[in-house]
C-alpha cells in the first residue's frame, strides 16, 4: 500500500506560479512512476506529466516549457512546478502513483487560475 499526500493548491493570477508536493509513505521501495493528474469541471481527468524511476519526464503538450516534474534524492516527494499559469489549467491536480500492477491516487488538490 503507498499513501499519498498532497498539497500546494490555491488561487492564482494568470501568469503566476505554484508549486504542487505529493509525498508518499508505505510501500514506495516499489514506486515505478510519480506524476500528476487534472480534471476540470465537465471534463475527462488528464494526464498533465510523469516521471520514471530513472528520471525520464514526460509532459502533456499543453504544459510543456511552462511545468516541471521534479522528485526528491529519495523519490519519495513528487513536486509540480507551474508557471505562467492560464485560466484553462483550473482543475484538480491529482497525484498518481503507479507500483507493479496497481494505481494510487491523492486525495486532489484545488488550482485556480483567476484574476
Known amino acids: 500500500q503507498v499513501q499519498l499526500v498532497e498539497s500546494g493548491g490555491g488561487l492564482v493570477q494568470p501568469g503566476g506560479s505554484l508549486r504542487l508536493s505529493c509525498a508518499a509513505s508505505g510501500s514506495i521501495f516499489s514506486i515505478s512512476r510519480m506524476g500528476w493528474y487534472r480534471q476540470a469541471p465537465g471534463k475527462e481527468r488528464e494526464l498533465v506529466a510523469f516521471?520514471?524511476?530513472?528520471?525520464?519526464?514526460w509532459y502533456t503538450d499543453s504544459v510543456k516549457g511552462r511545468c516541471t516534474i521534479s522528485r526528491d534524492n529519495a523519490k519519495t516527494t513528487v513536486y509540480l512546478q507551474m508557471n505562467s499559469l492560464k485560466p484553462e489549467d483550473t482543475a484538480v491536480y491529482y497525484c498518481n502513483v503507479i507500483t507493479g500492477a496497481k494505481n494510487y491516487w491523492g486525495q486532489g488538490t484545488q488550482v485556480t487560475v483567476s484574476s
Open positions: 516521471i520514471l524511476g530513472g528520471g525520464y519526464t
